[in-house]
């Protein structure tokens, strides 16, 4: 396997101006994603974002993707197409988008994903996997300040699964999508399992920089790719759920790039202060 690519500090605050359009983006798209909007208007929401901020989309053309955000309406897990679906009120949608700035002949990635309910208000299921999910994904950035190695992300997010398991329910861990490195190339090495790994991970070190993506669904973890050879949906078309940050190994702890406080807030609950680079 290639070898994990360890960023200067400078390198960081680079993947820090990525990070911020990235969560530019986010910002953009959950004001305009109401009941009646179009799939393709939101993409065209990122797209015009990005190219305000003077940056450039890392999503558009990858494998032959056709958009500058993937957007993935309640039971599609990951990796839906922008196309000409309209939002309804109650909708479980998930924004997963990505931009990269140009510095000194290099491409540094930002990679960051949200997920929210149209019109404000949802399903009791629709909700609680929502907030758990982006709870799984805030433990599992906080337990890189004191995790030795990347599996430390894995456990964390099964935790919270366990935590929030009644009689009757337990999210599932979506198993055949991971977090992955980022940095020079929007997916690198180390691949990030959302569940507790065998064997033996990657050491945690600083100058690693990461995108924590907990995927959860409301039924079971079997998925299934459509015929478009992108979007992914659950085989029983149960909910589900994806939160995304890009975060940053630093000398005194993390700084999570994609978030506009740096993950203040997030990591708060955690006892944590972000450290930036
Ligand atoms: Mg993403
Ligand atoms: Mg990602």
């Given amino acids: 396997m290639a070898p994990i690519e360890i960023k200067t500090g400078q390198q960081i605050r680079w993947m820090r101006e990525a990070g911020l359009v990235v969560a530019q983006i986010h910002k953009a798209l959950r004001e305009a994603a109401q009941p009646g909007v179009s799939l393709k208007d939101l993409d065209a929401v990122s797209e015009k974002t990005i190219r305000e901020c003077g940056a450039h989309s890392n999503f558009l053309g990858y494998y ?45 990635h930002g990679d960051a994903a949200f997920t929210m309910i149209v019109g404000g208000e949802g399903s009791a299921e629709a909700e609680r996997l929502n907030r758990v999910t982006e709870e799984a994904m805030w433990a599992a950035l906080a337990s890189l300040v004191n995790g030795k190695r990347i599996s430390a992300i894995g456990e964390a ?17 979506i198993e055949e999508y991971t977090g992955h490195g980022i940095g020079t190339a929007m997916h690198q090495p180390p691949e990030i399992l959302n569940y507790r790994a065998r064997g033996i991970t990657p050491k945690l070190k600083r100058g690693m920089v990461l995108a924590v993506e907990p995927m959860l669904v409301d039924g079971s973890i079997e998925t299934e790719v459509m015929d478009d050879d992108w979007t992914v949906k659950t085989v029983d078309r149960s909910l589900a759920a994806h939160w995304e940050h890009t975060v940053a190994l630093t000398d005194g702890g993390i700084w999570v790039l994609t978030a506009p406080d740096g993950g203040e807030a997030g990591l708060a609950p955690y006892g944590i202060t972000p450290s930036p680079a």
Wanted: glycine share 10%.
């Fill in 64 to 108: 032959g993707f056709p958009a500058t955000a993937c957007i993935s309406v309640n039971e599609t897990v990951v990796h839906g197409i922008p196309d000409n679906t309209v939002l309804k009120a109650g909708d479980l949608v998930s924004f997963d988008c990505g931009a990269y700035v140009l510095r000194e002949g290099k491409q540094w």
């Fill in 157 to 173: 997010v099964e935790e919270v699964v366990a935590a929030n398991a009644t009689d009757q329910w337990e999210a599932g861990i």
